[in-house]
């Protein structure tokens, strides 16, 4: 096959690694991860905990085990000083995007293992453990600092996803929103081959850093074609505003040749695998909430995008306004895909070194040759 045949844009179709993390199987739309379905979790009320523990250990964990799991995160949550203060001086219209990524990177400073040079199994799993519990504190802190109010201390008695809740609030979450928010970290958690996962993998093949790798991934899923879309599948529902209006400026958007935000995938042609247990969590919070409409306008989307284009919904879409109904601001709804993500990409990290070979493939040149040389002057 010649050089041009064999490439594909956006590298689609390319088979561009090995994994035995997960997989989506289209042909019966789910997504495998070690084997389980992904949605049976959520189904089966799993924690975002257990789902952490199955991505860095291969396998669910025992009651035991799962305790264990649990005071190492509570031991770590807990910010270094210099990543406190990072946050503290950081401008107060940085986007927390852009803090959480920078913060991220941080942590490296004094991360024993970073400090050691150590990119070994148990020292990657630890480094794992230590950004999972710290990540939530950097999202929450950054977003209450930035409003000029002093940040929550975290709870020992909460867990990830209501310790989450809490830290960004500063109230007691309600039953509702804990169970909408792990669902809905369970669903981010991982997803196979997907560009920040292969950007922290491109990095931890030159055996840089488990936080040099995390931060590349960080740094990839924050574009709105990515993990940015939740944001803007939430900012597009507000431009649209009423469930009457939805329709038009669907085909209006699509008239223009808009992308749609929260619609579409590389992968799944017949709709998302994760979407119909987040539009059950979307769906809980309208209900406890009285406040449907972004649900409504959601839905009238999704009509009006199958019947003009067969295009389905992604996960970013439901949990736009899930999280919008749960008061959680608009721009800390990628930071929040990051604080889930953490678990899928540290085990990309792991598998990638626990095997290594330098990720560098080749491309097809496309400038000119054979120019010569003239010193500035004659140019
Ligand atoms: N709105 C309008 N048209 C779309 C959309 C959309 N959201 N998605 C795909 N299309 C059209 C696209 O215009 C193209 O049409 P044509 O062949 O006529 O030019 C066709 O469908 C194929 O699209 P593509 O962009 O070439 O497909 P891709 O596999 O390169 O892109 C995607 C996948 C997710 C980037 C794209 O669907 C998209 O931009 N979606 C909007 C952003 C979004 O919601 N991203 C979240 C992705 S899932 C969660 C995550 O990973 O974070």
Not at 159 to 177: F, T
């Amino acid at each position: 096959m010649s050089e041009a045949n064999s490439y594909s844009p956006g590298l689609a179709g390319v088979i561009a690694g090995e994994s035995a993390i997960s997989c989506i199987d289209v042909e019966r739309n789910k997504l495998n991860m070690r084997g389980y379905d992904l949605v049976d979790l959520t189904e089966g009320g799993a924690s975002f905990e257990e789902v952490a523990y199955l991505l860095l250990h291969d396998d669910l964990p025992s009651l035991g085990q799962l305790a264990a799991f649990n005071d190492a995160l509570l031991i770590e949550r807990q910010l270094p000083d210099a990543v406190a203060h990072l946050l503290r001086t950081a401008p107060a219209k940085a986007h927390p995007m852009a803090l959480l990524r920078t913060a991220v990177s941080a942590l490296a400073y004094s991360d024993a293992d970073s400090l050691a040079g150590d990119t070994s199994h148990e020292a990657n799993v630890r480094k794992a453990v230590r950004l999972l519990a710290k990540v939530p504190l950097i999202i929450a802190a950054g977003h209450r600092l930035a409003q000029g109010q002093e940040p929550v201390e975290p709870r020992d008695d909460l867990s990830l996803a209501a310790n989450l809740l809490y830290m960004i609030s500063g109230e007691e979450p309600k039953a509702y929103a804990i169970e909408a928010m792990n669902v809905s970290l369970i669903l981010y958690s991982e997803h196979g081959y997907n560009a920040s996962a292969f950007a922290a993998r491109v990095a931890a093949s030159t055996l840089a850093d488990m936080h040099a790798a995390i931060t590349a991934g960080v740094a990839t899923l924050g574009g709105p074609l990515h993990g940015g879309a939740n944001e803007a599948a939430m900012e597009m529902m507000l431009e649209i505003g009423t469930p009457d209006n939805a329709r038009t400026w669907i085909l209006d958007a699509l008239q223009s040749k808009r992308k749609i935000m929260g619609f579409g995938h590389r992968e799944y042609k017949s709709g998302d695998s994760r979407v119909p247990a987040m539009k059950q969590a979307g769906l809980s919070v309208s209900q406890e909430t009285g406040e449907d409409r972004w649900r409504q306008i959601a839905e009238i989307s999704e009509e009006t995008m199958l019947a003009e284009k067969g295009i389905f919904p992604n996960l970013d879409l439901p949990c736009a306004y899930a999280y919008y109904g749960l008061d959680i601001p608009i721009p800390l709804f990628t930071p929040i895909f990051v604080a889930s993500r953490i678990s899928g990409w540290a085990a990309h990290v792991i598998e990638q070194q626990d095997n290594n070979r330098l990720i560098r493939p080749n491309h097809i040149y496309t400038g000119p040759v054979g120019r010569t040389y003239k010193s500035v002057g004659d140019r």
